[in-house]
T-cell receptor, first 113, second 113 residues
């Protein structure tokens, strides 16, 4: 497809479970970003990749959050031992390179029970 | 730390009205500012991107202005339509470090037919 895709679109997890969220960026886009959006709030930055290098992970809320982009295209955001406060929409965005317009995917809505 | 605020939090107007959405940021050292639209359950759609050296950008019925020194941007929507109903988010990219956006909380717009 032409846009950023994310899967799954919805995920329900029991507290303590591990989850993995996938992002397929626009082909050829060097930069990839993950954001967390709580209900009624604006998105908050989690982490940023340039190709396969994770250049900024300052927004990851705890060491339970881990992101990777091993081949510089698809990225996975993993959350270990999920907690209720992890419930949010996780948005992925990609751009041609740094400082250019970011294109967002539809998001994955995570609900932790 | 960059903080972004948006006023009003919610707005309801009759169809056909012109309206202004406001965005303020605390650190004027920005690289660019982008306005997004978010529909319920959907990702973000880019509306306008303003580089720090620019004063305004226009697309159709939308006009965004930027006053970097005062830390303000406005999004002007002319002749509003029910299809404009959505949440509007502004986001800034910090200058010289990082390419991640800092988002405002959004303005929820309802245009009544």
């Amino acid at each position: 497809g032409a846009g950023v895709s994310q899967s799954p679109r919805y995920k329900v997890a029991k507290r303590g479970q591990d989850v993995a969220l996938r992002c397929d960026p626009i082909s050829g886009h060097v930069s990839l970003f993950w954001y967390q959006q709580a209900l009624g709030q604006g998105p908050e930055f989690l982490t940023y990749f340039q190709n396969e290098a994770q250049l900024d992970k300052s927004g990851l809320p705890s060491d339970r959050f881990f992101a990777e982009r091993p081949e510089g295209s698809v990225s996975t955001l993993k959350i270990q031992r999920t907690q209720q406060e992890d419930s949010a929409v996780y948005l992925c965005a990609s751009s041609v390179d740094s400082y250019n317009e970011q294109f967002f995917g539809p998001g994955t809505r995570l609900t932790v029970l | 730390k960059q903080e972004v605020t948006q006023i009003p939090a919610a707005l309801s107007v009759p169809e056909g009205e012109n309206l202004v959405l406001n965005c303020s940021f605390t650190d004027s050292a920005i690289y660019n500012l982008q306005w997004f639209r978010q529909d319920p359950g959907k990702g973000l759609t880019s509306l306008l991107l303003i580089q720090s050296s620019q004063r305004e950008q226009t697309s159709g019925r939308l006009n965004a202005s930027l006053d970097k020194s005062s830390g303000r941007s406005t999004l002007y929507i002319a002749a509003s339509q029910p299809g404009d109903s959505a949440t509007y988010l502004c986001a800034v990219v910090r200058d010289n470090y990082g390419q991640n956006f800092v988002f405002g909380p959004g303005t929820r717009l309802s245009v009544l037919p």
